[in-house]
């Protein structure tokens, strides 16, 4: 005991140079670690973004693009899937359910998805949880608009107020549909996925506000009001993509080869969970590249360790030469030095970990706003003690290195004078 108080008096005798060391290993830590969360996190917030859905089907493409698009609603489709095609899909026997999806409108730079009521039933993230209504509830008229939740917050929306639906992905001007507005109807609960930020209605409603359009144009002369394109058919020809929904697990690859073995128009049925694994696959090299360059971080900050540890034991030799001529053992020499680097690097780990708690707390909310990642509080993963475990390790072997030459200082060379 009598080293451990030798080493804290030592080290508080340095105490600015090793608040420094400290404040940079608890940095390093912080970061090694919030990577490391931060990965882990956004890879669970990506595989609860859909859950309960078998197949999703839209037109011949890449699973990823299609997963992209329907589900993140990133990127644009290359084609439509007919609504006859469809009614072919959801006639079959082992296909419980069906709902579509459309889009290409957007409000206010969020995306609008035209959809049937289905899609508040049967839609499923974070391990078979649903949708739920803060407010209203779905819609009912031919107008009625469901909010997600940022949606609502950002805009200020509430139920019974009015909106206008833009043409495409930019609200311009031009090609806004203001003919025909819409009224808030709903408002979904918070879900951490693409539903907070986008705008629902009904598959009519698209129908209805293009009534009058063509080729991404309103028609000359043609145009129709509000209440006239209540009485014309709505039925749509054309969505984007469908989930699919089957009565039995078993019958998954059956209905994926029907629909891509379809002849009537060339179609794609993905299954999510495949196209995830294919997603995380194409962005492993980054969260690679993150994780390496965190390690480096933490590398630097151990190597900033080790250069004070040696600058302090240059200045150090007389006192450790005084310890040894009261009784201190070459191996008491060795335990102080590495002693100080334990103690550096578990206080900075603590310090680290404390930091990062805190940062995670504080950013938890705009993450999740923005971004829609919910970033955990929880206790340390396996992978997270391992890499703590790996940071100790090399604070250790970065500590051997002073204290084998402290090990190797003779009481003569420490009472010498230099020349």
Known sequence: MPILVLAWKSLWNRRFTVALTLASMALSVALLIGVERVRTETRASFANTISGTDLIVGA?????????????RIGNPTNN????????????????????????????????????????????????????????GPFADLYDAVLGAEVAERLGYRIGDPLVIAHGAGDVSFARHDD????????????????????????????????????????????????????????????????????????????QRFVN?????????????????????LVGVAEGALLVVSACVVVVGLFGMLTALLT??????????????????PGHLFGLILGEALFLTGLGA???????????????????????????????????????????????????????RAYRLSLTDGLSPRV
């Open 81 to 136: 899937l007919s609504w006859r095609s469809l009614q072919d899909i959801a006639a079959q026997p082992k296909v419980a359910w069906v709902v579509p999806l459309s889009l290409g409108d957007s409000h206010r730079g969020y995306r609008v998805l035209g959809t049937s009521a289905g899609f508040f039933e049967h839609y499923r993230f974070a391990r078979d949880l649903g949708l739920t209504f803060t407010q209203g």
């Open 350 to 404: 603590a310090l680290g970990l404390g930091l990062l708690y805190l940062l995670l707390a504080l950013a938890r909310p705009w993450v999740e706003a923005r971004f829609g990642i919910h970033l955990g509080l929880g206790g340390l993963s396996a992978h997270e003690i391992g890499l703590l475990a790996a940071v100790g390790l090399a604070g250790a072997v970065a500590g051997a290195i002073p204290a084998w």
């Open 261 to 281: 073995d379809y002849r009537e128009e060339p179609l794609t049925a993905i299954l999510p969970g495949v196209a995830l694994a294919e997603l995380w696959g």
């Open 312 to 329: 302090g034991l240059n200045e150090r030799r007389r006192e450790l030469a005084i310890l040894r001529s009261v009784g201190a053992r």
């Open 180 to 255: 025909k507005p819409f009224r808030v109807a709903g408002i979904l609960a918070r879900t951490g996925t693409p539903v907070d930020r986008t705008l629902h209605v009904s598959l009519e409603a698209i129908e209805a506000i293009h009534a009058d359009w063509q080729g991404g144009a309103p028609v000359p002369g043609a145009r129709v009001s509000a209440d006239a394109v209540r009485a014309l058919d709505l039925t749509p020809r054309a969505v984007t993509a469908a989930l699919v929904g089957l009565r039995s697990k078993v019958a998954t690859f059956q209905v």
């Open 60 to 72: 011949r493409s890449g699973g990823v693009q299609l997963l992209l698009y329907a589900v993140f």
